[in-house]
């Protein structure tokens, strides 16, 4: 089945920074990779998707890159905010999501 | 519009002790539907997936069972607790539209004593 790994599991960064959380996968017939950010005690949300057929998706301050031949994505924050501070899951979907183990993500003012 | 409710919110039971914890989606018809758990850490581990009224698979072996009784309602239970079924539960959905975009509800933390 597919594997999702997930890097760094925990990243601190100064207000106005960026961040950046890597992910690979194993399956290369996975063709679906969102992005989720979780607040403490709440549900996941979908922040940012991409699908196998684009290299580059973007949506205001948040970026996701998709490189299929090496099996990797990432997620790109610019700009961090205090409110950015969550955990952040990879997913990768083949039959059904796969998802990373979780980076947190601490955005100090 | 698409909506999910997930409820009770929180939960302490004793071991030994049943449970059931219930899952609605409204705004779509024949939606997939999920249960997740999220122990200690962080990690999401599916337990259940429903393809349909009735039709439910189980991704790990465990104490729970799942059922839907109805289209847009998924019910995770427990005849008897245990102490490792304590964590952060999570129904979801994926509903009529792209496929692959999943929704969570706001989960379900179950506390076992």
């Known amino acids: 089945g597919e594997n999702v790994e997930q890097h760094p599991s925990t990243l601190s960064v100064q207000e106005g920074d960026s961040a950046v959380i890597k992910c690979t996968y194993s399956?290369?017939?996975?063709?679906?990779f969102p992005w989720y950010k979780q607040e403490l005690g709440k549900g996941p949300q979908l922040i940012i998707d991409?699908?196998?057929?684009?290299g580059e998706k973007k949506d205001q301050r948040i970026a996701v890159t998709l490189n299929k031949t090496a099996k990797h994505f990432s997620l790109h924050i610019t700009e961090t905010q205090p409110e950015d501070s969550a955990v952040y899951f990879c997913?990768?979907?083949?039959?059904?999501?796969?998802f990373g183990k979780g980076t947190m993500l601490l955005v100090s003012p | 519009s698409q909506t999910i409710h997930q409820w009770p919110a929180t939960l302490v039971q004793p071991v030994g002790s049943p449970l059931s914890l219930e899952c609605t989606v409204e705004g779509t018809s024949n939606p997939n539907l999920y249960w997740y758990r999220q122990a200690a850490g962080r990690g999401l581990q599916l337990l259940f997936y429903s393809v349909g009224i009735g039709q439910i698979s189980s991704e790990v072996p465990q104490n729970l069972s799942a059922s839907r009784p109805q289209d847009r309602q998924f019910i995770l239970s427990s005849k008897k607790l245990l102490l490792s079924d304590s964590g952060f539960y999570l129904c979801?959905?994926?509903?009529?539209?792209?496929?692959?975009?999943?929704?969570f509800g706001e989960g379900s933390r179950l506390t076992v004593l």
């Open positions: 979801a959905y994926t509903g009529q539209g792209i496929m692959g975009e999943l929704f």
């Open positions: 991409i699908r196998s057929n684009v």
């Open positions: 399956d290369s017939a996975s063709n679906y």
């Open positions: 997913a990768a979907l083949y039959s059904t999501l796969t």
